[in-house]
């Protein structure tokens, strides 16, 4: 099973702009954020995209989700919505 791919600019986030990590997963700011604290939560196995991860990895990816929406409302009472979202294949970005 490949854990790692060098050419994935996913897998070679440096570990300094990890937010929230668990046991399979890691949450990291998005570098071209469309709103504020934009983050994307990744696995930390490299997959083609969310329909390869295990039933694991989808529950890590959960728990991270949940962290970092309740972190993002303790720092700014001011949001009131959230986009939760995934692009599967090139023409989905
Ligand atoms: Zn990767």
Redesign the pocket.
């Known amino acids: 099973m490949n854990t ?2 060098e050419s ?1 600019i ?2 070679a986030l440096p570990a300094n702009d990890v937010i929230a990590k668990n046991d399979l997963a890691i949450a990291v700011r998005d570098k071209f954020p469309v709103t504020h604290s934009h983050s994307l939560i990744i696995p930390t196995r ?1 997959v083609i995209n969310y329909f390869d991860c295990s039933a694991a990895e989808r529950e890590a990816i959960h728990h991270l989700l949940v962290q970092c929406r309740f972190e993002i409302l303790c720092v700014d009472a001011s949001v009131t919505g959230f986009n939760v979202g995934t692009n599967v294949g090139k023409t989905a970005g």
Request: neutral net charge.
């Open positions: 790692m791919n994935c996913f897998c490299h």
